[in-house]
């Protein structure tokens, strides 16, 4: 068990636990353990070191190195932000939304589905787009669906019976840690008793990562090499190699992908950097290959922590998993392809850090055209430095309630456990859309 | 508010009415026998009066289905609810929630406006198998699966597939054959007062169903197949057995294409979510609906429901306008054509019978008004009907206009909805269940907030 105590905490405090569910990533582990007293958290037990900087202040696997709590609205005067009233950041804030002609909601993938229902309204108010800070992952997913079909699973039954994993471009480690220990690999499931020993497991990365310390398989590729990789395992399950040349480990996971009587593909964020959508495409079609003779799923790791919510609002609301544009002249416009930001006047930011995404140069073309950004958030981070009006929001499943859909699109519910004087981030989009 | 229905011609067949004229009588939410002073009046002249429909099988809400939009723009939760006021329809029950997908089951029935909702807990035999084969351990089998039907907040129990078979050779030996665990599912029904919708397939049809009162015999459709299954199903009905028919919906299989949408569960066999339609499966539910002429047979369809106004129409057509039915059937079937009180019983009466909803499905004193008021004078030709029961003219739900004049008037109506509450105690069992899950047992079970308004039955 990892326990994990602040220090600053003496000795054994008798408090009574509560059982939590970690928002550190799309696992949403509901194992977690709580101590608190005088309305403080005191000690987290089960939690990995992502999870951990969700209930303390400290940065993502640096728990010694502490990050900057918002202590009250923020609003820039004279080129600095300095501490304004609620009512004053929201008439600020409502003033740079209502003026902008295309105003973007950006984010939302790590907040909870309360407030995404909040937000997805507020950009129907403001005739706003909304893009979900994963779009560039998941959009190549949902087109390779609509071209090669389903299989899908929850973790559960991936847990009880996948026997042969396959990682793609995903480092679970960093991206959802307790991923391995709760459903893919060491996990004793219903039919993988013994963890890992009842499982095959493989991995494509670019770099050798920490993953290959357990894998039975690790294909290094060079950058480019994906593609070629793929096309020669499906020649090779199809029993016609290709003359060529063929990617170091090629054979190798053919026969291991073959083997298969519970398959899945999990892949990561690497998958997509590098002619994403062709990737997927390829995945896919292996995916609904293998899945002709036996199950085989393939799955997107998501590491924010309700992306699988935002994604599930927009195919209950619009129907579609997509950026929608509720500004567009003709009516309804959705984009599989994350925006162009050289139109954009006005920004607000939602359970997401924009800056640290955005590529140097957009960034600094969005400060350099002066695009205002309204951002919420219960952390200092690179988008509420960049901000004219900061909103400190209470920290969903701690401080506020909220519901979240872990990354196989179940749903949670977050309980509040702490007090705050923070309000959520529905509150606020809620009293925006009032005073907009 | 107190309002009276005059001049409509009432189809209640719970209380043996087949169209006669009479005036309906509402205080609050309720049906009276008489009201002197009404707030409002109806005219219902040349209206059909039924009570609010009720579909035993709309798959609205399972875990998945979501995936189906990537095809087509199918309605969203929100007009999908509308599409169902507008024909007529004041309840949806979902037939597909798991023990860990109930969550998410009700959190999108929540999300459909308008109509109240209820689901099926689809139990996975291969979690119980153990205590299926000891006959000891019935009585504790009995009172686990209430305690789960209770925590996963649903209203009946369905079994999907009605055996125990492992996909894993090495767990071989402790496969359940169809007969054998019908068997042993009759005595656990019988004995612990539980009722089983059983999802009919070829091979459930194959076997012999001991007892009637255990099961009840879900979407047809997909079974009927073959003659010797229409003789099964026919006998079952017969000895006073229900089913429900699972006419496969005409537009199902042009609307996500060809690419396969399969969501896995954990049974033998994954959930197919673009089922194709077979031709003669159609044809096998309308012999069995025309020539069976008893109580046992109510209305439903098979597969994800897209548009009730739409796909329910054309399989009504059939039943009760011959004209209507594709040239090919016509020597193999029955020339009986459905009545408008049939329609109101498979429709109404018997669904809400079916889920243990006791003030639905008759206008009877005390019942709750859920009346639907469609434009059918008294001659329309039956080739009409289809088009006038397929909207209708007005709705009330528990007493309030939702809509009027064809128009959606009341699109915040109050909704519930409604699951067993069983008062089981949970025993080791439970708890062995809940020993292969990733979640922790409070997780698992539904929250109030992933739901609600909750009504629980006792």
């Given at each position: 068990?990892?326990?994990?105590?602040?220090?600053?905490?003496?000795?054994?405090?008798?408090?009574?636990?509560?059982?939590?569910?970690?928002?550190?990533?799309?696992?949403?582990?509901?194992?977690?353990?709580?101590?608190?007293?005088?309305?403080?958290?005191?000690?987290?037990?089960?939690?990995?070191?992502?999870?951990?900087?969700?209930?303390?202040?400290?940065?993502?696997?640096?728990?010694?190195?502490?990050?900057?709590?918002?202590?009250?609205?923020?609003?820039?005067?004279?080129?600095?932000?300095?501490?304004?009233?609620?009512?004053?950041?929201?008439?600020?804030?409502?003033?740079?939304?209502?003026?902008?002609?295309?105003?973007?909601?950006?984010?939302?993938?790590?907040?909870?589905?309360?407030?995404?229902?909040?937000?997805?309204?507020?950009?129907?108010?403001?005739?706003?787009?909304?893009?979900?800070?994963?779009?560039?992952?998941?959009?190549?997913?949902?087109?390779?669906?609509?071209?090669?079909?389903?299989?899908?699973?929850?973790?559960?039954?991936?847990?009880?019976?996948?026997?042969?994993?396959?990682?793609?471009?995903?480092?679970?480690?960093?991206?959802?840690?307790?991923?391995?220990?709760?459903?893919?690999?060491?996990?004793?499931?219903?039919?993988?008793?013994?963890?890992?020993?009842?499982?095959?497991?493989?991995?494509?990365?670019?770099?050798?990562?920490?993953?290959?310390?357990?894998?039975?398989?690790?294909?290094?590729?060079?950058?480019?090499?994906?593609?070629?990789?793929?096309?020669?395992?499906?020649?090779?399950?199809?029993?016609?190699?290709?003359?060529?040349?063929?990617?170091?480990?090629?054979?190798?996971?053919?026969?291991?992908?073959?083997?298969?009587?519970?398959?899945?593909?999990?892949?990561?964020?690497?998958?997509?950097y590098n002619q994403g959508l062709a990737v997927l495409d390829e995945l896919g079609s292996l995916a609904a290959h293998l899945g002709e003779k036996q199950p085989f799923v393939l799955f997107p790791l998501a590491s924010d922590f309700n992306s699988g919510g935002l994604y599930h609002l927009l195919f209950n609301e619009l129907?579609?998993?997509?950026?929608?544009?509720?500004?567009?002249?003709?009516?309804?416009?959705?984009?599989?392809?994350?925006?162009?930001?050289?139109?954009?006047?006005?920004?607000?930011?939602?359970?997401?850090?924009?800056?640290?995404?955005?590529?140097?140069?957009?960034?600094?073309?969005?400060?350099?055209?002066?695009?205002?950004?309204?951002?919420?958030?219960?952390?200092?981070?690179?988008?509420?430095?960049?901000?004219?009006?900061?909103?400190?929001?209470?920290?969903?499943?701690?401080?506020?309630?909220?519901?979240?859909?872990?990354?196989?699109?179940?749903?949670?519910?977050?309980?509040?456990?702490?007090?705050?004087?923070?309000?959520?981030?529905?509150?606020?989009?809620?009293?925006?859309?009032?005073?907009? | 508010?107190?309002?009276?229905?005059?001049?409509?011609?009432?189809?209640?067949?719970?209380?043996?009415?087949?169209?006669?004229?009479?005036?309906?009588?509402?205080?609050?939410?309720?049906?009276?026998?008489?009201?002197?002073?009404?707030?409002?009046?109806?005219?219902?002249?040349?209206?059909?009066?039924?009570?609010?429909?009720?579909?035993?099988?709309?798959?609205?809400?399972?875990?998945?289905?979501?995936?189906?939009?990537?095809?087509?723009?199918?309605?969203?939760l929100k007009e999908l609810g509308q599409l169902y006021a507008a024909s007529g329809y004041t309840h949806v029950h979902e037939p597909f929630l798991t023990l860990y997908t109930a969550g998410y089951v009700h959190r999108q029935l929540a999300a459909l406006p308008l109509v109240d909702t209820s689901a099926s807990l689809a139990?996975?035999?291969?979690?119980?198998?153990?205590?299926?084969?000891?006959?000891?351990?019935?009585?504790?089998?009995?009172?686990?699966?209430?305690?789960?039907?209770?925590?996963?907040?649903?209203?009946?129990?369905?079994?999907?597939?009605?055996?125990?078979?492992?996909?894993?050779?090495?767990?071989?030996?402790?496969?359940?054959?169809?007969?054998?665990?019908?068997?042993?599912?009759?005595?656990?029904?019988?004995?612990?007062?539980?009722?089983?919708?059983?999802?009919?397939?070829?091979?459930?049809?194959?076997?012999?169903?001991?007892?009637?009162?255990?099961?009840?015999?879900?979407?047809?459709?997909?079974?009927?197949?073959?003659?010797?299954?229409?003789?099964?199903?026919?006998?079952?009905?017969?000895?006073?057995?229900?089913?429900?028919?699972?006419?496969?919906?005409?537009?199902?299989?042009?609307?996500?294409?060809?690419?396969?949408?399969?969501?896995?569960?954990?049974?033998?066999?994954?959930?197919?979510?673009?089922?194709?339609?077979?031709?003669?499966?159609?044809?096998?539910?309308?012999?069995?609906?025309?020539?069976?002429?008893?109580?046992?047979?109510?209305?439903?369809?098979?597969?994800?429901?897209?548009?009730?106004?739409?796909?329910?129409?054309?399989?009504?057509?059939?039943?009760?306008?011959?004209?209507?039915?594709?040239?090919?059937?016509?020597?193999?079937?029955?020339?009986?054509?459905?009545?408008?009180?049939?329609?109101?019983?498979?429709?109404?009466?018997?669904?809400?019978?079916?889920?243990?909803?006791?003030?639905?499905?008759?206008?009877?004193?005390?019942?709750?008004?859920?009346?639907?008021?469609?434009?059918?004078?008294?001659?329309?030709?039956?080739?009409?009907?289809?088009?006038?029961?397929?909207?209708?003219?007005?709705?009330?739900?528990?007493?309030?206009?939702?809509?009027?004049?064809?128009?959606?008037?009341?699109?915040?109506?109050?909704?519930?909805?409604?699951?067993?509450?069983?008062?089981?105690?949970?025993?080791?069992?439970?708890?062995?269940?809940?020993?292969?899950?990733?979640?922790?047992?409070?997780?698992?079970?539904?929250?109030?907030?992933?739901?609600?308004?909750?009504?629980?039955?006792?």
């Amino acid at each position: 068990m990892c326990l994990f105590k602040p220090t600053g905490v003496q000795g054994k405090v008798e408090v009574g636990q509560q059982s939590v569910i970690c928002t550190g990533c799309g696992c949403l582990c509901d194992d977690l353990d709580v101590a608190m007293a005088g309305g403080q958290l005191l000690e987290v037990s089960n939690v990995c070191l992502w999870g951990l900087s969700r209930f303390f202040p400290y940065k993502r696997f640096h728990p010694k190195k502490e990050r900057r709590r918002i202590l009250e609205p923020l609003g820039r005067l004279n080129g600095r932000l300095q501490g304004i009233s609620y009512g004053a950041a929201l008439e600020h804030a409502a003033e740079i939304l209502g003026k902008a002609r295309r105003p973007l909601i950006y984010g939302l993938t790590n907040t909870g589905s309360w407030a995404q229902e909040a937000a997805l309204q507020l950009a129907r108010n403001l005739k706003a787009r909304l893009e979900p800070a994963d779009l560039a992952f998941k959009a190549p997913y949902y087109h390779s669906v609509r071209k090669h079909g389903l299989y899908w699973a929850p973790l559960e039954v991936i847990r009880d019976e996948a026997d042969t994993v396959l990682f793609w471009g995903a480092n679970p480690l960093h991206s959802c840690p307790r991923h391995l220990v709760r459903y893919s690999v060491f996990a004793r499931g219903r039919f993988t008793e013994r963890g890992v020993e009842d499982r095959q497991v493989a991995a494509v990365d670019l770099y050798r990562t920490e993953v290959a310390k357990f894998c039975h398989l690790f294909v290094q590729v060079d950058p480019g090499q994906e593609l070629h990789l793929l096309k020669g395992i499906r020649e090779h399950l199809q029993g016609s190699p290709g003359p060529g040349p063929a990617v170091k480990g090629t054979r190798r996971l053919a026969g291991f992908l073959s083997k298969a009587e519970f398959g899945v593909i999990f892949f990561g964020r690497g998958a997509v950097y590098n002619q994403g959508l062709a990737v997927l495409d390829e995945l896919g079609s292996l995916a609904a290959h293998l899945g002709e003779k036996q199950p085989f799923v393939l799955f997107p790791l998501a590491s924010d922590f309700n992306s699988g919510g935002l994604y599930h609002l927009l195919f209950n609301e619009l129907g579609v998993p997509e950026a929608p544009d509720f500004g567009h002249e003709g009516g309804l416009l959705t984009s599989a392809a994350p925006g162009d930001f050289d139109e954009v006047d006005a920004i607000l930011v939602v359970g997401a850090d924009l800056f640290w995404f955005l590529p140097e140069d957009q960034g600094r073309a969005l400060q350099d055209r002066q695009v205002p950004v309204v951002s919420l958030s219960p952390f200092a981070n690179r988008t509420t430095s960049c901000s004219q009006v900061v909103f400190p929001v209470a920290l969903v499943g701690l401080e506020a309630a909220e519901v979240a859909y872990r990354m196989d699109g179940l749903p949670m519910v977050l309980k509040k456990l702490l007090p705050t004087a923070w309000p959520s981030d529905r509150e606020i989009l809620l009293d925006l859309m009032k005073a907009v | 508010m107190n309002i009276k229905i005059t001049g409509g011609r009432l189809y209640d067949p719970a209380r043996g009415v087949q169209g006669a004229t009479q005036d309906l009588f509402i205080q609050g939410d309720r049906i009276v026998a008489h009201l002197p002073h009404p707030d409002r009046v109806i005219q219902a002249r040349d209206q059909v009066v039924a009570p609010g429909g009720i579909d035993l099988r709309g798959q609205v809400a399972t875990y998945g289905l979501n995936f189906l939009r990537l095809w087509n723009r199918f309605p969203s939760l929100k007009e999908l609810g509308q599409l169902y006021a507008a024909s007529g329809y004041t309840h949806v029950h979902e037939p597909f929630l798991t023990l860990y997908t109930a969550g998410y089951v009700h959190r999108q029935l929540a999300a459909l406006p308008l109509v109240d909702t209820s689901a099926s807990l689809a139990l996975n035999l291969r979690d119980l198998d153990s205590s299926l084969k000891s006959p000891g351990q019935l009585e504790e089998l009995g009172q686990t699966i209430k305690s789960l039907q209770e925590k996963t907040r649903s209203l009946d129990l369905r079994l999907i597939e009605p055996f125990v078979r492992y996909r894993q050779s090495y767990y071989s030996h402790r496969t359940m054959e169809a007969a054998k665990t019908l068997e042993t599912l009759t005595r656990l029904a019988l004995e612990c007062g539980l009722r089983f919708n059983l999802e009919a397939g070829p091979e459930v049809l194959e076997a012999p169903l001991p007892e009637t009162r255990a099961f009840h015999l879900a979407a047809l459709g997909r079974a009927l197949t073959e003659e010797r299954q229409l003789e099964q199903a026919l006998d079952h009905l017969e000895k006073g057995g229900t089913a429900d028919l699972g006419f496969q919906a005409r537009n199902a299989s042009s609307i996500a294409n060809e690419q396969p949408v399969k969501v896995d569960f954990g049974w033998y066999h994954p959930l197919n979510l673009n089922p194709k339609t077979k031709a003669n499966g159609a044809l096998g539910v309308m012999r069995l609906a025309l020539q069976y002429q008893g109580p046992g047979l109510a209305f439903s369809v098979c597969g994800p429901v897209w548009d009730p106004t739409a796909e329910f129409p054309p399989c009504f057509s059939w039943l009760w306008d011959r004209a209507a039915r594709p040239a090919a059937w016509e020597r193999q079937l029955p020339g009986r054509e459905f009545s408008l009180s049939e329609w109101a019983w498979a429709t109404r009466t018997l669904p809400a019978r079916l889920l243990g909803l006791a003030d639905r499905g008759h206008l009877g004193p005390g019942a709750r008004a859920d009346v639907a008021l469609f434009d059918l004078p008294p001659d329309t030709p039956s080739s009409q009907w289809a088009q006038s029961l397929s909207r209708c003219h007005t709705l009330l739900k528990a007493g309030e206009v939702v809509i009027e004049n064809f128009d959606l008037v009341q699109p915040e109506t109050p909704k519930a909805t409604y699951y067993r509450r069983a008062g089981a105690e949970e025993g080791p069992l439970l708890a062995e269940l809940c020993q292969y899950r990733s979640f922790r047992p409070e997780n698992l079970w539904v929250a109030d907030e992933l739901g609600g308004a909750w009504v629980g039955l006792e």
